[in-house]
């Protein structure tokens, strides 16, 4: 195994770090808002649940997209996690646009004007209430307004691929795998 010791105040290669930072296996999102009063997407997976008490997450993203053009403070904005089978939507709103696609969007109840992605295994509506530099990217905090949720295998991203969960049953393991 290559291993590189990173000390502070050394140039770090970008394409390294971005190679490192993709075999952290993420689940993929859309992330969903309105940008010059059309509903726009953006395929992310830089997601995590920040609080649960508040609920609250984060977002970050580039300072250059239009998410972080569009979104103030107080604005409100959808985050869906993507089914397994949705790995269509997520190259379309993550630069590799596809015709053909069926509206993708819907709205969650109660939370006028947030769009979702139709089918998603969660579908939450969210709104600014922080938003940090960091680097080359912006970090969004949010209070979650509200949320669906629902069954089903999640669409997964590492090292720059899409990935499958693959259960595997330990009990049959154990009794066919001792060697």
């Known amino acids: ?8 105040g050394l140039d770090l290669d970008a394409a ?8 952290f296996a993420t689940g993929v999102t859309v992330i969903t808002f309105s940008h ?3 509903t726009a997407g953006m395929t992310a997976n830089a997601f995590m649940s920040l609080s649960v008490d508040p609920p609250m997450i984060l ?9 972080a053009q569009s979104i103030a403070c107080g604005d409100a904005f959808g985050v869906s996690f993507l089914a397994q089978s949705q790995e269509a939507l997520s190259r379309h709103f993550g630069g590799q646009p596809r015709t053909g696609l069926d509206d ?9 004007g947030v769009p979702v992605v139709r089918s998603a295994l969660v579908q939450i509506a969210a709104r600014a209430n922080a938003i ?6 912006l970090i969004f905090t949010a209070d979650v307004q509200a949320l669906r949720e629902s069954d089903g295998p999640p669409l997964l991203f590492y090292s720059g691929k899409y990935k499958q969960i693959v259960a595997h049953d330990p009990l049959h393991c154990w009794l066919d795998c001792d060697a």
């Open 36 to 38: 010059e009063g059309r």
């Open 59 to 67: 977002v970050s993203v580039r300072a250059q997209a239009r998410f």
């Open 16 to 23: 390294q770090f971005r190679r490192a930072m993709g075999k």
């Open 1 to 8: 195994m290559d291993a590189t010791t990173i000390r502070p």
């Open 104 to 112: 993708p969007f819907e709205y969650i109840g109660g939370v006028p």
């Open 132 to 137: 940090h530099r960091g680097g080359d990217h």
